[in-house]
């Protein structure tokens, strides 16, 4: 921590206690921080920027609401709002900053590191009082990003990130549940459809559908790797299913995959769940309504938004990082097996 | 327009012609522009936001930009983020205010019109230089939200809103071009199911769906309203399918209920398009991967992206109201009939 050095305050730290940090005058702080109205020398502002990171300075948003006529404020960065996972979250997340009298503005990357830089330049800027981070960077990269000490939360993170607090859902654990669901059907090939991932990373997803599969006793099943998107489980399914020996079941690591798995199988003329079954990861809505409805391991993405917005409105008042994992559930839709024969025109479900 | 006892300025407008206007000095202009950071009476304050409204004032946002080391930035109020609609929108905004150096910063008002009118509030103090609008709201409801005189385009209107730049589809146009399709499939009964709107008002969806039917000298088939929602369409297929007469085909005004529409169908035992064909409004890439493939309306989502980034940073320089409204297409699917019996498990398409 870099801030081991400088001892806690005692009280809440103010913008002359900023001033007196920097060696510049409490007006010259407020330009810094209000983004003007005068010029401040880059040199000087990053002097200032960097005591506002040291002291944990935090401007009085309450104050600063009255003057403005505005609420207080979030940021939200997402990778992706067209995936229907980061909608819902997103949408979680507004319901918990509004309980607590707090609005939300969200930037959406598309997963470019450039934006998201720039994106997040322009919410600290704007005086968000906190962020909450979707990201597709890994730990390291996530310290580069001019966060300039803004209370900052990680969300959908598998992992502890060192200095970050980070909110996730036990995805090792759920992948471990939906694949070990497949076993009980009595499957003893089950593929895992998934994303790409930097080269030597095993994703926990990933460890969690091995370490099913191997304490069954089973030989592990085949990969298929492609885009986190309805064309990229697609394109993965017509590689695992078109093959000579297909395996009978997969855990497909993300609802927009399985939606595009569920096209190639119709496409291969193969039924689900009577000649493949799928479980899927995230459990969003879309999921309920695609044909079989599928089986997942749904993400709390109610309690994950909740612990976001209470963590990182927590900040500054507790120094230690806090890495909260949240249990995922496995709901059964048609596409597993549990309810019998595919829910399709010609067949009648035999259950539910 | 209250513009009008005003000369149009011969340059551009600059703080010190605010602080003329107003009687105040040009700081007191800019702590009311920046939210600080010296205090400024409310009634002073209001007077400086009648005098930048009534001059059209906009702040230098290049130099702001240079100084705090942000880009140039466009407000997005969207009503719901988890329509796949709005997602795509939004992703075709960010890419095309990329384009021109701008970033966006996205709201969510999910329908709450208190909370649009603070994120409205929000944006404008957090000084966008634009605002783009997709609202809910009436015309004369939407001249009520504080935007202060930033530049704004309202999107997704299908109607002119008098005082505002508005860009939208041609929905009726396209309401036509749907039904129209189905009765040359053969359909004599064509349901319509839509939203509920406001009493007394015709929506353009549902004047399209009219003109068509009456065009082929057709009686009007039923009307199902419901949410635009998955559980909507849901609700309103099992009321319309579920009668003792149900039509043969039906028009569906957003790709959300016919994917509900979908699965209601598929409860009630009929097949997708023997049983009963669909065509979709919108276009998503939802409806591309909904089985079979929804036959859909599709609206020019980027072309509507780009003309309204492009119209609200060109407002202030000219100062009529632009009404632009861009031409859908028909992309066919599996659900209408043109592509044989259903690509479902058991039967292969015919063609495509």
New interface residues.
Partial sequence: MTHSAVPPARHAVTRDDVARYAGVSS?VV??V?????R??AASTALRVRQAIKVLGYRPNASA?AL?????R?LGLVVPE??N?LF??L??AI??SA?QRGY??????S?GDPD?ER??V???V???VDGVILTTMRTGSDVALLPLDGVPTVLLNRFDAVPGFDTVGVEAEAGAFLGTAHLIEHGHERIALVIGGGPAGHIEARERGWTAATRRAGLDDGPIARDDFS?AGG?RAALRLFGSPHPPSAAFVSSDMQA??V??A???L????PQDVALVSFDGT??S????P?LTVVKQPVQEMAAAAVERVLAIGADSSNEHSLHAPRLVIGGSCGCLGP?????V?PALG
């Fill in positions: 007006a407020s330009y921080v209000n983004g003007g109205p010029p401040v600063r003057r403005t006529g505005t609420t404020l709002i067209g229907p909608a819902e997103a949408v507004e319901e509004a609005d939300v503005m969200l930037t959406n598309e934006r720039r994106q330049s322009n919410l800027a704007r005086q309805r697609h939606v595009g569920l096209r199988l119709d496409e003329g193969l039924r689900v809505q879309e309920e309504y695609t044909l409805r595919a829910a399709s025109s010609e009648r």
